[in-house]
């Protein structure tokens, strides 16, 4: 007799993601990699899938390459060897500011989002028809695909013709929605094509505000399910251990000729607007102004890490740093090292994370408080689900300078209150590995599978 359904993990994974890490197995170099929270969200998935599935082959499909393709096969630091393929998304013909030659964010969201629907949008026509050459590239119908672009781009490629009825019947689509920024047309989109797509497609959000957002957009609530990311805390806390017994931030603190007289106050984030930046620029000013900053200084990592739609915002910050007469209390840092990024933990009596928009989820906080280190955040977005406030960390509301300044006194001048955040943050953060994540993860990915027959 044939037995109930099984679910089965595939035997080949296609993962279509933002960028990813590693090294060109031809050339034996390493690929230069656009460092984000999704890029590091993508490996702490693999870390998980060599555990579990370490048999399982993998294709990687990364955005921003010239041209469209084969790029290579990729050793990644999990160790699978990946086939490597690339989508072309700068679009300039279309998306580029003629001043800055970065694109322009006002162009950008027309295209992506206003004209969603029009059927000769040139962007969605040669996404779809990228994606569907490296989806049918890779020969196998498992994907993984990181946020709404790659998602649309494939329903997309269904409702244009590009993938035929029994191709698009084949694949098993796990859709992992990472951010809800200015996404409502493109959360429409996908509502209104689900009911009508011949793909299997689950959806994965990794906040109860991304899933909310999904479903107010008409996505039915039955098919997201809320997953919070992972990552890998033993290895994070290994990295940890090892900077703090080599001073590696003594290193970079001397490099930058950073002052070691007083507390320091860690960014960890990419240099983006909407990180919030200004938004600690201005508090720390309030706090210079009244005479409570002290010898406190702050130091912003993520040199090198912009985006094409504000290529100046790194100068914008400098100036505003000199305008505000802040030149030694507020340090860009210069680009480091892994080992240097992870050694600002170390170093950091107090990390802040004043994002103007909802953080999907917020790997530097979580790495933050695994180091014991406070944390300070706006309250919205994935990291109003996960802090206590008081307990886990503080929440202020986003782009109020004067309400972040009066949390970074309160952390400052109160050591009790320091310990406590330090001390709850870390029992927080300890409960946000890997396995739990990949388990919802390989649970939604899995193919039902008819169990072997029984013999009787």
């Given at each position: 007799?044939i037995?109930?359904?099984?679910?089965?993990?595939?035997?080949?994974?296609?993962?279509?993601?933002?960028?990813?890490?590693?090294?060109?197995t031809?050339?034996?170099?390493?690929?230069?990699?656009?460092?984000?929270?999704?890029?590091?969200?993508?490996?702490?998935?693999?870390?998980?899938?060599?555990?579990?599935?370490?048999?399982?082959?993998?294709?990687?499909?990364?955005?921003?390459?010239?041209?469209?393709?084969?790029?290579?096969?990729?050793?990644?630091?999990?160790?699978?060897?990946?086939?490597?393929?690339?989508?072309?998304?700068?679009?300039?013909?279309?998306?580029?500011?003629?001043?800055?030659?970065?694109?322009?964010?006002?162009?950008?969201?027309?295209?992506?989002?206003?004209?969603?629907?029009?059927?000769?949008?040139?962007?969605?026509?040669?996404?779809?028809?990228?994606?569907?050459?490296?989806?049918?590239?890779?020969?196998?119908?498992?994907?993984?695909?990181?946020?709404?672009?790659?998602?649309?781009?494939?329903?997309?490629?269904?409702?244009?013709?590009?993938?035929?009825?029994?191709?698009?019947?084949?694949?098993?689509?796990?859709?992992?929605i990472?951010?809800?920024?200015?996404?409502?047309?493109?959360?429409?989109?996908?509502?209104?094509?689900?009911?009508?797509?011949?793909?299997?497609?689950?959806?994965?959000?990794?906040?109860?505000?991304?899933?909310q957002?999904?479903?107010?957009?008409?996505?039915?609530?039955?098919?997201?399910?809320?997953?919070?990311?992972?990552?890998?805390?033993?290895?994070?806390?290994?990295?940890?251990?090892?900077?703090?017994?080599?001073?590696v931030?003594?290193?970079?603190?001397?490099?930058?000729?950073?002052?070691?007289?007083?507390?320091?106050?860690?960014?960890?984030?990419?240099?983006?607007?909407?990180?919030?930046?200004?938004?600690?620029?201005?508090?720390?000013?309030?706090?210079h102004?009244?005479?409570?900053?002290?010898?406190?200084?702050?130091?912003?990592?993520?040199?090198?890490?912009?985006?094409?739609?504000?290529?100046?915002?790194?100068?914008?910050?400098?100036?505003?740093?000199?305008?505000?007469?802040?030149?030694?209390?507020?340090?860009?840092?210069?680009?480091?090292?892994?080992?240097?990024?992870?050694s600002?933990?170390?170093?950091?009596?107090?990390?802040?994370?004043?994002?103007?928009?909802?953080?999907?989820?917020?790997?530097?906080?979580?790495?933050?408080?695994?180091?014991?280190?406070?944390?300070?955040?706006?309250?919205?977005?994935?990291?109003?689900?996960?802090i206590?406030?008081?307990?886990?960390?503080?929440?202020?509301?986003?782009?109020?300078?004067?309400?972040l300044?009066?949390?970074?006194?309160?952390?400052?001048?109160?050591?009790?209150?320091?310990?406590?955040?330090?001390?709850?943050?870390?029992?927080?953060?300890?409960?946000?590995?890997?396995?739990?994540?990949?388990?919802?993860?390989?649970?939604?990915?899995?193919?039902?599978?008819?169990?072997?027959?029984?013999?009787?």
């Amino acid at each position: 007799m044939i037995g109930a359904l099984m679910a089965v993990f595939p035997s080949a994974l296609h993962v279509l993601t933002y960028d990813v890490r590693g090294v060109m197995t031809a050339t034996g170099k390493v690929k230069p990699t656009r460092q984000t929270g999704l890029v590091q969200h993508t490996h702490q998935f693999l870390a998980a899938m060599v555990e579990h599935h370490p048999h399982t082959e993998v294709t990687i499909t990364r955005t921003g390459t010239e041209r469209p393709g084969f790029m290579g096969t990729l050793l990644t630091p999990e160790g699978q060897r990946a086939e490597l393929r690339g989508v072309a998304t700068a679009f300039p013909q279309y998306l580029a500011d003629p001043v800055t030659g970065g694109k322009d964010p006002a162009r950008v969201h027309r295209y992506y989002e206003d004209l969603i629907d029009q059927d000769t949008n040139p962007i969605w026509e040669s996404l779809a028809r990228q994606y569907t050459e490296q989806v049918l590239a890779a020969r196998t119908p498992d994907l993984l695909v990181q946020n709404i672009n790659p998602l649309v781009a494939l329903l997309k490629a269904e409702e244009f013709g590009h993938l035929r009825p029994e191709q698009a019947e084949r694949l098993q689509i796990t859709g992992v929605i990472h951010d809800c920024a200015q996404m409502r047309a493109r959360f429409g989109y996908l509502a209104s094509r689900l009911d009508h797509t011949r793909a299997r497609v689950r959806l994965i959000a990794v906040s109860e505000t991304i899933r909310q957002a999904l479903i107010d957009a008409g996505v039915d609530p039955h098919a997201v399910v809320r997953v919070f990311n992972g990552m890998d805390t033993g290895h994070f806390l290994d990295q940890l251990a090892t900077v703090r017994r080599e001073r590696v931030f003594e290193q970079v603190r001397v490099r930058s000729r950073v002052s070691d007289q007083g507390p320091v106050v860690l960014l960890s984030a990419r240099r983006v607007p909407w990180k919030g930046h200004i938004d600690l620029i201005d508090a720390v000013h309030y706090l210079h102004t009244n005479g409570d900053l002290g010898e406190t200084v702050v130091v912003i990592n993520g040199a090198g890490l912009l985006d094409t739609r504000t290529p100046l915002y790194e100068q914008e910050l400098r100036e505003r740093i000199q305008r505000k007469g802040l030149q030694e209390h507020v340090f860009l840092l210069d680009a480091l090292t892994p080992a240097e990024v992870v050694s600002c933990y170390a170093g950091a009596y107090v990390a802040v994370h004043p994002s103007r928009e909802p953080e999907p989820f917020g790997y530097t906080n979580i790495e933050a408080m695994l180091a014991g280190v406070p944390v300070i955040t706006t309250a919205h977005g994935g990291p109003a689900e996960y802090i206590d406030h008081a307990h886990s960390g503080l929440l202020v509301p986003p782009c109020d300078p004067p309400a972040l300044a009066t949390a970074l006194h309160q952390v400052l001048s109160d050591p009790a209150l320091r310990d406590r955040l330090s001390a709850g943050g870390r029992a927080t953060a300890l409960t946000f590995g890997l396995k739990p994540m990949f388990a919802a993860y390989a649970q939604t990915i899995a193919r039902p599978t008819p169990a072997k027959a029984s013999q009787r």
